[in-house]
C-alpha cells in the first residue's frame, strides 16, 4: 500500500489481544503498538530512527504490557490468581512499521514509525518479577558467526 512499509516482522499474532485472563494459569496473548517520537521526511529517515531506537522500544511495550496486565477479580484479595506473571521471555509477535500520515501541527504528509509487540501472560497465586524480553535481531543484522542473515522470503531459494 503506498504510504505503508514494514521494516519487521517475527512470529504470528494469536487471535485477538487481551489485557485479562478468563482462568487462572491460562497464558493469555496481549500486545501493544509503540510509536516512535518524531517525525521523517523520507521512509529512509524513519528507517534509521527505527533502527536506533527500536530494541527500547520492545523493552518499553514488554514492560508495559505486564505493569498494565489485569487478573481477575481485579483487586478481591480473597480470591487466587491476583499476580500476573510472565509466560516464558520470548516475544510472540514483533512488527516494525511506518506510516505516512499527516502531523497534527500542518498536517504535511510525513513518515510515522511504530513498533507492535506481542506477549503471553498470566495470573498465578503469588506475586513475581517480570522477566527480560529476548529480542530477536533485526532482519539482515549479523549474527554470532559474523555471516548476515537471509532476509525473509516467500519462496524456498533454488537449488
Known amino acids: 500500500m503506498p504510504g505503508h512499509e514494514d521494516f519487521e516482522k517475527h512470529g504470528e499474532r494469536e487471535g485477538k489481544p487481551k489485557t485479562t ?13 509503540v510509536a516512535l517520537p518524531g517525525h521523517w521526511d523520507t521512509v529512509l529517515d524513519a528507517k534509521q530512527a527505527y533502527d536506533i531506537l527500536r530494541d527500547s522500544a520492545i523493552k518499553g511495550a514488554w514492560k508495559k504490557m505486564f505493569d498494565d496486565f489485569q487478573c481477575p477479580p481485579h483487586g478481591d484479595p480473597e480470591l487466587p490468581c ?78
Open 21 to 33: 485472563p478468563d482462568e487462572c494459569d491460562d497464558c493469555v496473548y496481549t500486545e501493544l503498538a
Open 82 to 159: 491476583k499476580f500476573v506473571h510472565a509466560c516464558g521471555n520470548k516475544i510472540t509477535f514483533l512488527w516494525g512499521v511506518a506510516d505516512l500520515k499527516p502531523t497534527p501541527k500542518d498536517k504535511v504528509p510525513r513518515w510515522v514509525a511504530a513498533v507492535i509487540v506481542g506477549r503471553k501472560l498470566k495470573c498465578v497465586q503469588e506475586a513475581s518479577k517480570d522477566v527480560d524480553p529476548e529480542i530477536p535481531k533485526p532482519e539482515g543484522e549479523k549474527g554470532k558467526d559474523g555471516e548476515k542473515e537471509a532476509p525473509k522470503t516467500e519462496t524456498p531459494p533454488k537449488k
